[in-house]
């Protein structure tokens, strides 16, 4: 019986810490989702260097684990993004979001905070040059062509079987690869 209230004055003591920072980075994350659109993001984010740099700062500053930022992360593709800055938002996005980052500066402190930015930054940036030059320099090397355009439901149903299931095929490797 000890054992568990040590455990629930740990739980709450814990809780009521962190609490006010979560509610805070998940209203920030919230407004950003709401008022970010998304034709801005896509404008900025068509490929390059300074492109990675700007995915891999949106993708910490958008709220999302990293279920959320697969769909972002095709989105960008299809409109034309290059790998390497696909790859650089999906990693930043998940290591760095507004409520991790609240999160960690209430438990860890400032400097560990910063020190986490910091590293998914340069991380993702590292990873996204790889890619960008695998994908410059070694063309069918990783063989994840960009997606087609969006189609509208009547033209989706207008599609055969075969290529509907060959899509889903390449869906699912494209997915696996990261």
């Known amino acids: 019986m000890e054992y568990i209230s040590a455990f629930l004055k740990e739980f709450f003591a814990l809780t009521r810490t962190v609490l006010p920072y979560f509610l805070g980075g998940a209203a920030a994350g919230a407004a950003l989702d709401v008022f970010l659109k998304p034709e801005f993001a896509l ?3 068509r490929g390059g260097w300074l ?3 700007k995915a891999s700062i949106s993708g910490m500053v958008l ?3 990293s279920c959320a930022t697969m769909p972002m992360a095709a989105g960008l593709r299809r409109k034309g ?5 696909v790859t650089s938002f999906l990693l930043a996005s998940p290591l760095v979001s507004p409520q991790t980052l609240v999160l960690t500066f209430a438990v860890l402190g400032w400097r560990f905070a910063a020190a986490r930015v910091l590293a998914a930054f340069c991380g993702a940036m590292m990873t996204g040059a790889i890619f960008l030059w ?3 320099r070694r063309p069918g090397f990783l063989d994840i062509p960009a997606a087609e355009p969006e189609k509208n439901a009547a033209q989706a149903a ?3 079987k075969g290529k509907r299931q060959a899509s889903l095929k390449s869906s699912g490797r494209f997915l696996s690869i990261y």
Not at 81 to 85: S, Y
């Open 43 to 45: 404008k900025h984010l």
């Open 63 to 65: 709220p999302g684990c």
């Open 81 to 85: 993004a290059d790998l390497g800055t």
């Open 134 to 136: 695998l994908e410059r």
């Open 51 to 53: 492109s990675m740099a």
């Open 158 to 160: 207008a599609v055969p």
